[in-house]
């Protein structure tokens, strides 16, 4: 069936470099994606998407890249700071599906100081 | 500004009964949708509303599953005699009217089934 997964459960980076998060999906007929960030006890927090008529959308400290050859998602985020340790999940709507989005299982990001 | 609401924060109840969660939707949204989190797994689909529309009850797990929108805003999501594999974290996100727009996410209840 039509899945999004991730490559990596946990990514640890050092302060300060870059970080880069990967997503896989399945469905090529998916329209739009979206990048959440979720912290122990709260509701995932939208962080930036992207429609699949674009391959790259810029935000602050973030970027996100589409891939739509080979049906990939990555998120990267600039300068990593301890308060982005958090949980990472790619998510995917298909329009004639209705407004469900589709999740990921999750990169687990751990910033060291 | 507010952002999207759920109440309570918290349920524990023994197997049998039946719950009410409540969400209340960022002003304005017409879009308002349940999904469900169970322990270190991504979330999973339930219910959405949109404006006037017929909901979309597709993710729905099984029939003691049950969503109401009244009024165009507050959404309550009933679950009638909870299993143990309903012990989960029910989110609400709410949207503004488009499939491209995101959907915010409120913090959820977490539900213990006893």
């Known amino acids: 069936g039509e899945s999004v997964g991730l490559h990596l459960p946990t990514l640890s980076v050092q302060e300060g470099d870059n970080s880069i998060i990967n997503c896989a999906y399945s469905?090529?007929?998916?329209?739009?994606f979206i990048w959440y960030k979720q912290e122990s006890g709260k509701g995932p927090q939208f962080i930036i998407d992207i429609r699949s008529n674009m391959d790259k959308r810029q935000g602050q400290r973030v970027t996100v890249l589409l891939n739509k050859t080979v049906k990939h998602l990555s998120l990267q985020i600039a300068a990593t700071q301890p308060g982005d340790s958090a949980v990472y999940f790619c998510?995917?709507?298909?329009?004639?599906?209705?407004?469900?989005?589709?999740f990921g299982q999750g990169t687990e990001l751990s910033v060291k100081p | 500004g507010a952002g999207v609401s759920q109440s309570p924060s918290n349920k524990v109840t023994e197997k049998g009964k039946d719950v009410e969660l409540r969400c209340d939707p960022i002003s304005g949204h017409t879009a308002l949708y349940w999904y469900r989190q169970s322990l270190g797994q991504g979330l999973e689909f339930l219910i959405y509303f949109q404006g006037n529309s017929a909901p979309d009850k597709s993710g729905l797990p099984s029939d003691r599953f049950s969503a109401e929108r009244t009024g165009g805003s507050v959404s309550t999501l009933t679950i009638q005699r909870t299993q143990q594999e309903d012990s989960a974290v029910y989110l609400c996100?709410?949207?503004?009217?488009?499939?491209?727009?995101?959907?915010?996410f409120g913090d959820g209840t977490r539900l213990s089934i006893l």
């Open positions: 998510a995917e709507m298909t329009y004639n599906q209705g407004g469900k989005l589709i």
């Open positions: 469905n090529s007929a998916s329209d739009y």
């Open positions: 996100a709410s949207s503004s009217q488009g499939l491209n727009q995101p959907q915010h």
